[in-house]
């Protein structure tokens, strides 16, 4: 394949694109001290704040990783859009729907305020209630062993494994969850075992992952559920299409709006430190940075995807018709004009 990483109004050689992020991390580091890790979560609080990885793999050209892209850490919330994928592939998304919204919440991840208070539906299934109410549907079909082997090939990594040391700091100090999960099923949200549902979400979040292996799952999202070299299909083109757009307006949590402004890119956070970013027909990106903001998601990473999201115009809302104007010299007021 050719060294260039393609964007829609030029091609970047290798070097161009390297240069790019390796300057965009040396600003995003710099945001490190002013997160800090989850440490409400005994064993995540073990984290080294200063690790900070990318890895970009495009569906032209090499994939560029930089820093601690092979540092295996927990995938935490970004295991929603593998439950999400199988949901959908499983049960089709008038079924899911019916269990959960499709709308941003505009409250903290683990809160279960507007689900007691203004809703009878997890308001989506990236937040903490919504993917419990889909671990209580998934359950009911398949099992954790199938979600793992599922996982390693959507992520193309054998390794990953279940964190089990993670899981059980998890399950000692998942109160909150356990509410949800319990308020869940008083609406009749989840109908299966309360705690199994809990276990099967927990463990999810568990999972051992790295930034190239979350590239390479955001990869075939952005290749339309399709691997880019094998040329198979892992997803239906419907359930890429609910994925991208529940991403950019719910996968940030209450900081989706501000960073889908900032970025532009359909993005799912984890505490882990992860992110896992979908520039679609562009590249596949895996970020790890557990130095978190007070919504919960990579400090550094956001930063690091904001910049590199500018340098290289990965951003879904690019007007790259006007970019391939004006670097023809034209004004805005020259096109005005016209």
């Known amino acids: 394949m050719p060294n260039t990483l393609h964007v829609d109004y030029e091609l970047k050689t290798y070097d161009e694109s390297m240069k790019i992020v390796e300057e965009a991390m040396e600003v995003a580091r710099q945001e490190i001290p002013k997160g800090v890790v989850a440490d409400y979560i005994p064993e995540l609080g073990k984290a080294d704040p200063n690790q900070l990885g990318i890895c970009i793999y495009p ?14 850490f927990t995938i935490q919330s970004i295991s929603k859009i593998i439950s999400l994928c199988v949901a959908l592939e499983l049960f089709g998304a008038n079924k899911l729907f019916e269990i959960v919204e499709a709308e941003p919440s505009g409250e903290a991840f683990n809160s279960l305020v507007e689900l007691d ?22 359950i009911e079909e398949v099992s954790f062993h199938d979600m793992l082997r599922f996982s390693r090939e959507l992520c193309d990594d054998k390794e990953i494994a279940l964190n089990r040391k993670v899981y059980e700091s998890e399950m ?120 978190l903001d007070p919504k919960g998601n ?21 007007d790259t018709d006007y970019l391939k104007a004006t670097r023809k010299d034209y004004s805005l007021n020259q096109k005005l004009h016209e």
Do not use: H, W
């Open 59 to 72: 569906l032209q050209g090499e994939k560029i990783e930089l820093g601690d892209y092979k540092t295996r």
């Open 117 to 138: 208070l203004n809703s009878n539906k997890p308001y989506n299934p990236l937040i903490n209630s919504g993917a419990i109410a889909v671990a209580g549907l998934l």
């Open 172 to 291: 000692s100090t998942c109160s909150r969850n356990r509410a949800i999960a319990y308020l869940l099923e008083s609406k009749n949200i989840i109908n299966s075992d309360v705690e199994d549902a809990l276990r099967f979400y927990t463990k999810m979040c568990s999972l051992d992952v790295t930034a190239e292996s979350l590239a390479n799952f955001a990869n075939r999202i952005a290749n339309d559920g399709v691997g880019n070299i094998t040329g198979k299909r892992y997803l239906s083109s419907e359930t890429v299409r609910i994925v991208k757009t529940l991403m950019l307006t719910c996968g940030m949590y209450d900081g989706s709006g501000t960073y889908a402004v900032e970025v532009g890119i359909p993005t799912k956070s984890g505490v882990g430190g992860g992110l896992l970013a979908v520039s679609d027909k562009r590249a596949g990106i895996g970020v790890f940075g557990p130095s």
């Open 298 to 318: 990579s400090i550094a990473g956001c930063r690091l995807l904001k910049e590199i999201s500018n340098k290289l115009r990965l951003s879904l809302f690019f």
